[in-house]
Nanobody
C-alpha cells in the first residue's frame, strides 16, 4: 500500500508561484505513473498533469499548459508540480495519484488559493 502526502499549497496572489510536492511512502513509487488533479468548490475533479514512470513523458491540461511543470525525482520518491503565473481560477484542492493502469493510490490533497 503506497501512501501519498501532498504539500506546498497555500495562499498566493495572482501571478505568483507555488511548488507542490507529492511524497510517497514506498520505493515502488518509481514503478507508477503519477498524476496531479484538482477540484474546485462545486466543480468536478479534473486532471491537471501527469508523468510517466521515467519522467520522460508528460501531459498537461490545456488550462495549465505553459504555466505548470510536472517532474519527478524517483530517488526521493517524490513528484513535483511547479505552478507559475497562477490565476484565481487555479484555486482548488490539489491531489496527487499514482498507479499502473489506473490510479490506485491517492493523497489527501493540499489547498491552493489564488487571490485576485
Amino acid at each position: 500500500q503506497v501512501q501519498l502526502i501532498e504539500s506546498g499549497g497555500g495562499l498566493v496572489q495572482a501571478g505568483g508561484s507555488l511548488r507542490l510536492s507529492c511524497a510517497a511512502s514506498e520505493r515502488t513509487f518509481s514503478n507508477y505513473r503519477v498524476g496531479w488533479f484538482r477540484q474546485a468548490p462545486g466543480k468536478e475533479r479534473e486532471s491537471v498533469a501527469r508523468i510517466n514512470r521515467s519522467g520522460i513523458s508528460t501531459y498537461y491540461a490545456d488550462s495549465v499548459k505553459g504555466r505548470f511543470t510536472i517532474s519527478r525525482d524517483n530517488a526521493k520518491n517524490t513528484v513535483y508540480l511547479q505552478m507559475n503565473s497562477l490565476k484565481p481560477e487555479d484555486t482548488a484542492v490539489y491531489y496527487c495519484a499514482a498507479g499502473d493502469l489506473k490510479y490506485d493510490y491517492w493523497g489527501q490533497g493540499t489547498q491552493v488559493t489564488v487571490s485576485s
